[in-house]
């Protein structure tokens, strides 16, 4: 090998100008292949004859199952066909997928003529599920649009359950806390608030009451039924860290005893401590949705 030849084409690299965009051309492609802007999202259109709340669920779950981003928009109330297709034509225009909950068959038939005629995408969340339930039940299904959200008695119980959820929060109007149907506990930031407010949408008068170091937990609180008390507890690193922005949010100061990890790590001992003298149940939120959580209580309640 020929070194003094390669010495000199180091310091014709080096001297000469012109060689050094050839050199650095290919770091310049690379880093611009980096930055390339993300595909634009696909909308997902809800076409619903109440209030597209199923249609809507039923998206979330799919979507959840993929790292790509899709708005979703609701068209309630869709009881005529021309209005359907006027949902088809909105669609085609933006590149949406329909999926839709008609038990009107009229309607959703001309939702799926217009969007054959169009090349649009649809999916029908409730008809195969109908047609099954009916063919299991041995019955012809109502096809009547808005039952399920329908003024009922189920309807007036969510209501109140609601309200009851508002007056009973964080500790507050303790003297009717007995007559709440759950009744969730904790230390601060355990999802107390989200998860009663949840749980009220589905009926059940729920309260929560928060557990506080230093002071007694309340008197109300621990003369429940025990069977009806949910502890929340949650990892002591994810717990920091949910303090930590909070404190930030606050604009508290850093060194806060709130957000500091060994008064943290005690406060959480302690609480724990609490839950089994009491016998409450413990449900250990960590990692997991709010109607995750929710599911888990329930499946608790009722088995009891």
Do not use: C
Not at 152 to 157: A, C, G, N, V
Not at 168 to 194: C, E, I, M, Y
């Amino acid at each position: 090998m020929d070194r003094s030849g390669s010495g000199e084409s180091r310091r014709d690299a080096r001297t000469d100008g012109e060689d050094r965009p050839e050199v650095a051309a290919p770091e310049i492609r690379q880093a611009s292949s980096v930055t390339e802007p993300l595909p634009t999202p696909r909308p997902i259109y809800i076409v619903s004859d109440g209030t597209g709340d199923t249609g809507a669920a039923v998206a979330k779950a799919a979507l959840a199952q993929f790292r790509v981003d899709s708005k979703l928009r609701r068209f309630g109330g869709i009881r005529q066909a021309s209005l359907a297709r006027r949902v088809v034509a909105e669609a085609e225009r933006v590149g949406a997928l329909v999926l839709f909950t008609l038990v009107d068959r009229r309607v959703a038939q001309g939702l799926l003529q217009e969007a054959e005629a169009r090349g649009v995408p649809t999916f029908d969340v409730l008809g195969g599920m109908i047609a099954k339930v009916a063919e299991h039940l041995k019955a012809v299904p109502r096809s009547q649009p808005g039952l399920l959200h329908g003024f009922s008695d189920d309807y007036f119980r969510r209501i109140e359950a609601v309200e009851f959820a508002v007056r009973h929060d964080d500790g507050a109007n303790l003297r009717t806390l007995f007559l709440a149907d759950l009744v969730l506990t904790g230390v601060s930031r355990t999802s107390k608030t989200p998860l009663s407010m949840y749980l009220a949408q589905r009926g059940y008068k729920t309260g929560n009451v928060p557990i506080v170091p230093g002071i007694e937990p309340p008197r109300e609180l621990l003369e429940l039924d025990p069977k009806k008390v949910f502890a929340l507890t949650v990892d002591p690193s994810l717990l920091l860290t949910i303090r930590q922005a909070r404190v930030r949010t606050l604009g508290a100061p850093p060194y806060s005893t709130y957000a500091d990890p060994e008064t943290l790590i005690d406060e959480v001992r302690r609480a724990r401590r609490l839950y089994r003298e009491q016998g409450w149940q413990v449900i250990d939120i960590s990692g997991r949705a709010a109607e995750e959580n929710a599911a888990r209580i329930l499946r608790h309640f009722e088995m009891d």
